[in-house]
């Protein structure tokens, strides 16, 4: 009996001390994982918070942490900024243009997207190649595109849009159209749902080819025509796949920087608050306000963010 419940002490003992290795060896593992995040994510978001409460300039970038307490200072110096604030419908400042172009790439990226799945989940020869023609906008290096865009948009009279236009006699003379205010703001937009389409394109396509043919045979059987179809039975099924792309987006759209950057440079009424916040901090070098102005960024997505998921909850509830 005594040798018994030794070797089961034993067992008992054993199994801890292996339990209790493979426990720090898990540790172990993750410890560089955990430190980058650190280091490349939570720290440089809290320092950033810390910052938008403090006076950070090139005085004293030398000894940032000994910087003058300024409380809610910046922020309201944003607040007041010119080009932060609504003020006229010429000048919509960099609030309104962020949510306005936010939204409307979005929409117009599910729009196409929706366009291209639809046409793609077809079967046509080459469509192997259209698909692959397709993705070229979302892989191609932002750089490289925008830099087309440029190209192509060129205010000089050799510039290959002005050149067709006043070939075709609907221009007189060449225009700069990245640099006309209320027209560069929608070739941003246009810019940025070619380029994203793509990505709602194959989430919606994936969902697409998972619908049951079934369901599409017995509404012919009934006389459904294609476009109760597409009402009844297509957008029912890719309602939360449109959810999900719409939010995913959103989120990457208001936080985008190069695009508008490569294009603009943020000017002609296309300044955002990604490029409002570059413009404070390395144009200005006040990066207490720049980062107040990320902060104010954050805020706003977080609070989408809630509207989203309390709108979610509750149709599901439903």
Excluded: C
């Amino acid at each position: 009996m005594a040798t018994s419940s030794t070797s089961r002490r034993k067992l008992l003992n054993f199994k801890h001390s292996l339990a209790a290795s493979e426990a720090r060896l898990a540790w172990w593992l993750i410890l560089p994982t955990v430190l980058i995040v650190f280091g490349l994510v939570l720290f440089p978001a809290f320092f950033s918070i810390w910052i938008s409460f403090h006076d950070v300039g090139l005085k004293n970038l030398n000894d940032v942490f000994h910087a003058p307490w300024v409380g809610l200072d910046n922020y309201r110096l944003v607040f007041n900024d010119f080009a932060f604030k609504f003020e006229s419908l010429q000048n919509w400042g960099a609030a309104v243009t962020t949510v306005v172009y936010s939204v409307l790439s979005t929409i117009f990226v599910l729009l196409i997207g929706l366009l291209a799945a639809l046409l793609l989940n077809r079967k046509f020869i080459g469509r192997g190649i259209a698909r692959g023609i397709f993705l070229f906008p979302y892989i191609a290096p932002v750089v490289s595109v925008a830099f087309v865009w440029r190209w192509l948009l060129d205010p000089r009279p050799s510039g290959v849009l002005n050149h067709i236009l006043i070939s075709l006699g609907l221009l007189e003379n060449a225009r700069a159209f990245l640099a006309t205010r209320g027209l560069a703001i929608w070739l941003v937009i246009l810019f940025q749902a070619w380029r994203y389409f793509p990505f709602a394109m194959l989430m919606l396509l994936a969902r697409l080819q998972a619908i049951d043919e079934a369901l599409y045979e017995a509404a012919s059987v009934d006389g459904a025509s294609i476009w109760q179809k597409f009402l009844f039975i297509t957008l029912p099924e890719l309602r939360y796949v449109m959810g999900a792309i719409f939010l995913l987006r959103l989120l990457w759209t208001f936080n985008k920087f190069d695009d508008i950057w490569l294009l603009t440079g943020g000017g002609y009424g296309t300044n955002v608050l990604p490029v409002l916040t570059f413009q404070f901090s390395f144009g200005s070098f006040d990066f207490g306000k720049g980062s107040a102005t990320a902060m104010i960024q954050l805020v706003a997505l977080i609070l989408f963010l809630a509207i989203y998921a309390s709108t979610v909850m509750r149709q599901s509830g439903e």
